[in-house]
């Protein structure tokens, strides 16, 4: 680039051209500052995708006044593979007005997440939900129990006591994660590795530990064997940290009653992850 630009700097009408730039500049700043502005709406949601995003042709049959069915899931990733198990199903469309899949900080979820129903769907574990409100049963039933997982190490060199006690360790930046931050933790504890070490860095999301592997900023990090990592075994290694760790379940509202709705969920959701694999 700045072989394109010196021949330009050094040009004898140079300056000539830098003052025409100038006032072009000065005229679409003065033509900006008199347009409308536009107004985006305060409580826009960056945190949530539907049917209506991601299929400009999608129709309901529904009511005018029918409500949209609301879910939430762990992470983003899954928004578009659920909505598209989800989207076509006439049961989904007779009933409402949109499917809007949300995902958002655990931290964010609250009591009154619950008390309220504020999903008609949840990806949760029980203990989760309990910890909000031990008598979330009430509001919630379990429709789809997930399968186990496990969780490994991954790095780009042998993983061994030595490397996880005196290199930087990845973890993610949520105390809530099992996978991400609760499990390895309580390895790393085994090896006198405290919370507050200087060995660890956290970060804020699945993607962003895995660069941090992949620029060196870090040696180790934890994941699961639904994670891309786990399929790229001759680029990464890796070393089983727990198996058999419940991945929770699919919870509905007990105020979706409609059986259609409740059978399509229950054979879509179940059928998520094996889509996944």
Not at 113 to 122: A, K
Not at 233 to 261: I, K, P, T
């Amino acid at each position: 680039m700045n072989e394109l630009v010196a021949p330009l700097w050094h040009h004898p009408r140079a300056p000539r051209y830098y003052a025409l730039a100038g006032i072009i500049g000065l005229s679409l700043l003065l033509v900006l500052l008199e347009s409308p502005q536009i107004n985006f709406p305060a409580n826009m949601n960056f945190k949530q995708l539907s049917c209506k995003d991601i299929r400009a042709s999608y129709t309901t049959q529904a009511q005018p006044e029918a409500a949209q069915l609301d879910l939430l899931i762990p992470a983003h990733v899954l928004a578009q593979p659920l909505l598209e198990q989800l989207c076509g199903e006439a049961a989904l469309q007779d009933a409402y007005s949109d499917i809007v899949v949300h995902w958002l900080p655990r931290e964010q979820l609250t009591p009154e997440t619950i008390y309220q129903q504020q999903f008609e769907v949840m990806w949760a574990r029980d203990y989760q939900l309990a910890g909000l409100s031990p008598d979330y049963q009430l509001h919630y039933q379990a429709l789809v129990a997930l399968p186990t997982y496990r969780v490994l190490w991954f790095a780009r060199q042998a993983i061994d006591r030595e490397l996880l006690s005196t290199q930087r360790i990845g973890l993610l930046h949520d105390t809530f994660s099992r996978s991400g931050y609760q499990l390895p933790m309580q390895a790393l504890s085994d090896l006198a590795v405290a919370p507050d070490s200087a060995q660890l860095r956290f970060y804020p999301s699945r993607q962003a530990l895995v660069e941090a592997l992949n620029k060196g900023e870090v040696a180790v990090i934890p994941d699961t064997n639904y994670s891309p990592l786990y399929q790229q075994r001759e680029q990464y290694y890796q070393a089983e940290l727990a198996s058999n760790v419940s991945a929770g379940a699919w919870f509905v509202s007990r105020s979706v009653s409609n059986d259609a709705v409740l059978q399509v969920l229950q054979q879509r959701l179940s059928q998520l992850l094996e889509s996944l694999g």
